[in-house]
């Protein structure tokens, strides 16, 4: 179980860098980058994950209920939420690259640029 | 580098990265088995401590309030970046709104997709000012609510009105809202300094209720200013990238 989960955190994140490293298209490659982050929520919530475990919400649970971790779930949540934001930036460069160089493949910005 | 040469480099990055991890991975505890203390003391503190039934938010806006800050940040710098890169440059004129995105076919919106759109946007703005107000008890809070309150407005150009969508998200009020947000959230945390006590401490009244509306003290109050400064970015972000596929073009075309 414990390998499982390690290795969909792998392969989460190998997914995205080889998308990341291999893209012929911007749009195509910040998927990609959201695909790498993902990874990191597996494992911040796996981390966190205790066998039996219920959700830190105690409305409607007794208090001494056996809970996973609510820190990570608490960094997840920033994660999200910083993803969102990289990812709306990194999309407003594209627009511009896009403008300036008329391309967006992102192997010939470097030759744009000289 | 050729793109054969880079998929190979990348190839070795990862099988060395592959190396590593694996050997990290040696003597960690397995799947299900958190070691604690950390979050284990939380769960079983912050009820009574915070009167927060929701741990997660007593995390984010109490216990590492100051994490949560810096990540508000990023998102308001990240709005504000967005803004910056997105202005209208040299050579570049307002046009009448037109989606100007080439090769695709102009069809105006659906009856259906106006109708639901319209009929959504009451429920949103009602359950993203719940999510915004919950907190303290569900798995709830400013940055959830604070996206489904910009989604409800995003709807508003779903349903055919984009001269209403930027009637309801002009400029001013949108960049307003953010700082507004943002700013208070570092005030509530001053705040606590006045009082002698470390910033971000929780020096409201509680409550008597853990998880009711009025306890949790500054964590329901921060979660609002989140909301706020949340809704706001996300809209100004989805308001200046319809600009560009609408308004903005080259002047001359």
Redesign the interface.
């Known amino acids: ?2 390998a ?3 290795a969909v955190v ?1 392969w989460v994140a ?1 997914a995205g ?2 998308g990341i ?2 893209s012929r298209h911007s749009v195509h490659q910040v998927i990609a980058l959201i695909v790498l982050q993902t990874s990191t929520y597996v494992l911040l919530l ?8 219920v ?5 409607d649970i007794s ?2 209920a056996r ?9 997840a ?2 994660d ?3 993803e ?3 990812t ?2 990194l ?3 594209i ?2 690259a896009h ?1 300036r160089f008329g391309t967006v493949d992102p ?1 010939q910005f470097s030759q744009l640029e000289g | 580098m050729t793109p054969s040469v880079r998929r190979w480099l990348c190839l070795a990055a990862i099988a060395g990265f592959a190396g590593f991890y694996l050997w990290g991975l040696q003597g960690l505890p397995g799947f299900g088995r958190y070691p604690g203390p950390y979050g284990n003391i939380i769960a079983s503190h912050a009820v009574e401590q915070a009167h927060a039934t929701g741990v997660v938010s007593a995390v984010n806006f109490d216990y590492r309030g100051f994490d949560t800050l810096g990540e508000e940040f990023i998102l308001f710098i990240a709005a504000t970046g967005v803004a910056t890169v997105l202005r209208r440059l040299r050579g570049e004129r307002r046009g009448v709104p037109v989606d100007q995105v080439g090769g695709r076919e102009q069809t105006g919106t659906s009856d259906a997709v106006r109708v639901m759109a319209v009929l959504l946007v009451g429920p949103m703005v009602l359950y993203g000012w719940y999510l915004t107000s919950h907190a303290q008890t569900s798995p709830a809070g400013g940055f959830q609510g604070g996206v489904v309150l910009a989604s409800a407005v995003v709807l508003v150009y779903l349903a055919g009105q984009f001269q209403a969508f930027r009637r309801i998200t002009p400029v001013g009020l949108l960049e307003t809202a953010e700082a507004v947000g943002a700013g208070s959230f570092v005030a509530v945390g001053l705040s606590a300094l006045a009082y002698g006590l470390a910033y971000l401490t929780n020096i409201l009244p509680l409550g008597h209720q853990p998880g009711a509306v009025d306890s949790s003290g500054t964590i329901a109050l921060i979660s609002f200013f989140v909301g706020v400064e949340v809704s706001a970015a996300f809209a100004m972000m989805v308001a200046e990238l319809l600009e560009q596929a609408l308004v903005i073009r080259e002047t001359g075309t």
Do not use: E, N
């Open positions: 179980m414990s499982l989960f390690f792998a190998g860098l080889y490293v291999t796996g981390v966190g994950y205790k066998a039996g475990g959700a830190p919400y105690f409305s208090r001494h809970t996973v971790d609510p820190v990570v779930q608490a960094l949540l920033t999200v939420v910083v969102a934001a990289v709306t930036l999309l407003a460069f627009i511009q403008k192997q």
